[in-house]
């Protein structure tokens, strides 16, 4: 993991809602329990106990160069030089962070390096202005994060969830606009879940950055309700998280901007919201090939077929998609 919080000095490990100066590194084990149910995380009541609850089991700090040849892998590896990023959105504590990433990566039964991008959201739904401020401020970081881990040789996928996805987008802006074509080039895909941005400051944002190898995979629910009150409290008309891909100006963005829009509607919602469906996207990839249809051949625009409660990996998510 890669953090700008500002560590808790109570607790070992912890971090706090408070935005720090440097930018962290630590390798972090986290165990899974037996009775591990997909989608889910079995959070501890007490005292973890790695039998029936997730539990941190160790934890050591890096520095920058160990995390990037640590992200490498292993030479020899099927995955070696290959890692994903997830980049949490709004409302997150570093733990609920580390754990869904956690869950994920288990879930999805991935070789690749797991790697959280832990910026300081406030984690209280409350902190919806406090977090866009926080994303702003971890902009550098993330920039910072993408550029040393292409030095170290390491192709990256991005799965940014909400206002991560702003994040995620502002970053590899920046790489473009500082001249890194290095990093934005090691960016073998990335995928935005219900991001969290206004479609004429994605166009906006897309018009400064340079086009990466894969269209961007933006994974949308029209009837997102967290989206629907951030566009009441931004005065938005639509946010990319929400779009409707039975639109054809969904269609028209999708060709234009070189972004395939997946419709995740028919994936059960974890909490009520439908704003945390991409968590289930991770525990039967086999299946993921028969899960998509394409109603217009050629614009961008797909529909996820009901396949159950849980959908694909999400690190090989966008890569399935175009392989259709």
Not at 227 to 256: F, N, Q, V
Not at 265 to 283: C, E, K, M, Q, V
Request: charged content about 20%; hydrophobic content about 45%.
């Amino acid at each position: 993991m890669a953090t700008d919080r500002v560590p808790d000095e109570g607790r070992t490990g912890a971090y706090t809602a408070g935005r720090g100066d440097t930018l962290r590194y630590a390798e972090v084990t986290v165990s899974i329990p037996p009775g591990h149910h997909p989608s889910k995380i079995e959070w501890p009541t007490s005292k973890p106990d790695p039998r029936t609850t997730f539990a941190v089991v160790a934890r050591r700090e890096l520095t920058a160069r160990e995390f990037a040849i640590l992200a490498r892998g292993s030479a020899g590896s099927p995955a070696y030089g290959r890692a994903g990023i997830f980049v949490h959105g709004y409302n997150y504590s570093h733990q609920e962070a580390l754990f869904r990433l956690a869950q994920m990566t288990a879930d999805s039964k991935v070789e690749e390096r797991a790697i959280l991008f832990d910026w300081p959201s406030q984690a209280e739904v409350t902190g919806y202005v406090a977090d866009k401020d926080s994303a702003a401020f971890a902009r550098d970081d993330l920039a910072m994060v993408l550029s040393n881990l292409s030095v170290a040789g390491v192709k990256s996928t991005i799965l940014a969830h909400s206002m991560g996805a702003w994040l995620a987008v502002e970053a590899i802006r920046q790489l473009s606009l500082t001249g890194n074509t290095k990093a934005v080039r090691s960016i073998d895909q990335m995928v935005l879940a219900a991001p969290d941005i206004d479609i004429d400051l994605l166009r906006k944002q897309l018009s400064a950055t340079e086009k990466l190898s894969k269209p961007i995979v933006v994974l949308a629910s029209k009837d997102d309700l967290a989206l629907a009150l951030s566009k009441r409290l931004a005065g938005s008309a639509a946010t990319a998280g929400s779009l409707d891909i039975d639109d054809p100006r969904t269609r028209e963005l999708a060709l234009k901007e070189n972004i395939e829009v997946v419709d995740i509607s028919s994936i059960p919602s974890l909490n009520g919201t439908n704003h945390d469906r991409f968590a289930s996207l991770a525990a039967i990839y086999p299946q993921l090939r028969q899960g998509f249809s394409n109603p217009v051949a050629g614009t961008g625009a797909l529909v996820l077929n009901g396949v159950g409660g849980a959908i694909s990996a999400p690190f090989r998510l966008g890569g399935a998609i175009l392989a259709q």
